[in-house]
């Protein structure tokens, strides 16, 4: 009886963007899910929080309402390193939003698709049992099983299914300003990439009438400004003074910036075991600038939740999914590698004003490849 009522039951560790599109997809197909998230209630994650033309569609199709949670619409990038910048109109629709009102919105959905939301609970250790289930131990000491698992707890690895190191140590960081007036008019509905040595940032408009500034670098790069934000700020500004000239003036509205490390860029999952489907930046983490592992997540997990209701055997999903996104992943990898090269910092801004259509190419080279077995969908009108 037990066995029999446990077999449509499924455990999502994670309530970012990835667990709760799963847990919300599986509950809208009559799945039994529990999912368990850390943190009591959504907050501020580390995160340049673009939203990009896929991912907006596969929000849409999820019933969550950018446009009502405030979401700006970008319709420019610019590129800024050294003493020139350039910019160029973005080749699909995208907006900026907070990760808090995002996180906030799937949450409040997965409850109301039915989803048992355990919030305020941390998933300890993750093990198969002699019956054959998957057994999450909650930090007080209680326990969950299930047939099927899903993996989305992000940035943050669970024993005994770690990724593997970041050897080039990466750490990040992200900050909300109040620019000033004419800076914040400048900015308008622009996502600016910035380049410096040992890294790179951006800075976009978000909902409330603030920017956030999101920035990646390399450890020995930061260790030379004595691992101290506020000189790591100022030597971004001093390398990048298109930076400078945007915080000029500017308000920082954190106590002190939000900061994570360990990105292990260009990861993809090789395989997994039996009944566990790991999703989101457990399944692959692509570069940042791309500003696509929003869509990447909601990708995976609607991935995985086809493969599940298929019968597809997770170590078999893990695999196609593996392959379907290599591509793109070594694509983004390589411009990646292009943006910590001096010369390219020398010549990028030069070339994408001389041919703009270079942001058009990487952009489309860089993004997830929508299922095909998605009908196109309406996008949301202009938000
Ligand atoms: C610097 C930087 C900038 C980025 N900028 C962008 C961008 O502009 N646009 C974009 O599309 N992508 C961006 N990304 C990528 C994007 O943030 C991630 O790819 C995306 O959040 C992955 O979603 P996820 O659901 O896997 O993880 P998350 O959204 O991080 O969710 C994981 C959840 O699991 C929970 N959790 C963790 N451990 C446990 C545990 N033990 N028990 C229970 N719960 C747990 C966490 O609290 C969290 O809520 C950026 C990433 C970085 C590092």
Redesign the pocket.
């Known amino acids: 009886m037990h066995r029999l009522a446990l077999q449509d039951k499924v455990l999502i ?7 709760c599109a799963a847990a919300i997809a599986l509950a809208r197909k009559g799945q039994r899910v529990t999912l ?4 009591p209630t959504p907050r501020h ?8 033309g896929e ?1 907006l569609e596969d929000l849409h199709l999820l019933g969550i309402d950018v446009a009502s949670l405030g979401a700006v619409p970008i319709h420019m990038v610019r590129l800024a390193a050294a003493r020139r910048a350039a910019e160029a109109p973005l080749p699909f629709s995208a907006a900026s939003l907070t990760r808090k009102a995002l996180d906030t919105a799937l949450i409040a959905e997965a409850i109301a698709a039915g989803v048992c939301v355990e919030q305020g609970r ?2 300890q250790a993750l093990a198969r049992t002699a019956g054959n289930l998957w057994q999450a131990t909650l930090d007080d000491g209680t326990t969950r099983e299930a047939p099927t698992a899903f993996l ?5 690895d ?1 024993r005994g299914h770690a990724r593997p190191e970041d050897p080039q140590r990466w750490i ?1 960081f992200k900050m909300y300003f109040r620019l000033a007036p004419d800076q914040a008019a400048e900015l308008a509905r622009a996502s600016e990439l910035m380049l410096y040595p040992g890294g790179y940032g951006g800075i976009q408009p978000v909902e409330g009438g603030i920017a956030n500034l ?1 920035c ?1 670098v390399q450890q020995r790069y930061l260790a030379s400004t004595g691992n101290r934000w506020e000189q790591f700020l100022a030597k971004m500004q001093q390398d990048c003074p298109h930076l400078a000239m945007r915080l000029a003036g500017a308000e920082p509205l954190l106590a002190k910036p939000i900061a ?1 490390t360990h ?1 292990p860029y260009g990861y993809i999952r090789r395989t997994s075991e039996d009944g566990l489907y790991c999703i ?3 399944a692959a983490v692509i570069p ?1 600038f791309t ?7 909601l990708h995976t997990a609607r991935c995985a939740v086809t493969a599940y209701l298929a019968g597809e055997p997770a170590p078999v999903f893990q695999a196609h999914l593996r392959s379907a996104l290599r591509l793109q992943m070594r694509l983004a990898e390589f411009a990646a590698d292009g943006l910590n090269n001096g010369f390219a910092r020398a010549v990028l801004p030069f070339c994408l004003r001389v041919w703009p259509g270079v942001m058009r190419v990487t952009a489309k080279l860089t993004r997830v490849a929508q299922h095909a077995a998605v009908a196109p969908m309406q996008l949301p009108a202009e938000i």
Do not use: M
């Not at 368990?36 to 943190?39: D, G, K, Y």
């Not at 500003?291 to 997540?297: K, L």
């Open positions: 560790l994670g309530g970012g963007v990835a667990g368990i998230e850390r943190e994650k580390v995160c340049g929080e673009f939203l990009s991912a941390s998933v989305a707890t992000g940035k943050h669970l990040a999101c990646v994570i990105i989101g930046d457990q940042s500003g696509d592992g929003i869509s990447i997540a």
